[in-house]
């Protein structure tokens, strides 16, 4: 399965994005699909988890109200709704899909290539 990003850029603090993630197969269909995140010098990060059908969601504490995931299955894609941006949500953002609905990068199955986000002051 191959993850493509996309929707990074540069905002400023209190704007919106929205992240993409196309899946290249349809049994993306049947897994729990995540974001991630990392920032310069940081460790990579849980942001959110959707299951499969779209009907179970998990979001980091921290992002919760202002990081919303989804997915369209018809499309094979997943999206980070992102508002209220701080500049502390700078990073680069990856898709993953997972083994489970799990929080820990170690049951990913396969990452996407990141999109940049950056947010300006």
């Known amino acids: 399965v191959q993850l493509q990003a996309s929707g990074g850029g540069l905002v400023q603090a209190g704007g919106s994005l929205r992240l993409s993630c196309a899946a290249s197969?349809?049994?993306?269909?049947?897994?729990?699909m995540a974001w991630f995140r990392q920032a310069p010098g940081k460790e990579r990060e849980f942001v959110a988890s959707?299951?499969?059908?779209?009907?179970?969601?998990s979001h980091a504490n921290s992002l919760k109200g202002r990081f919303t995931i989804s997915r369209d299955n018809a499309k094979n894609t997943v999206y980070l709704q992102m508002n209220s941006l701080k500049p502390e949500d700078t990073a680069s953002y990856y898709c993953?899909?997972?083994?489970?609905?799990?929080?820990?990068?170690?049951?990913?199955?396969?990452w996407g290539r990141g999109t940049q986000v950056t947010v300006s002051s």
């Open positions: 197969e349809p049994t993306f269909r049947s897994s729990v």
């Open positions: 959707i299951s499969s059908s779209g009907t179970g969601t």
């Open positions: 993953a899909a997972m083994r489970g609905f799990y929080t820990a990068s170690e049951f990913v199955d396969y």
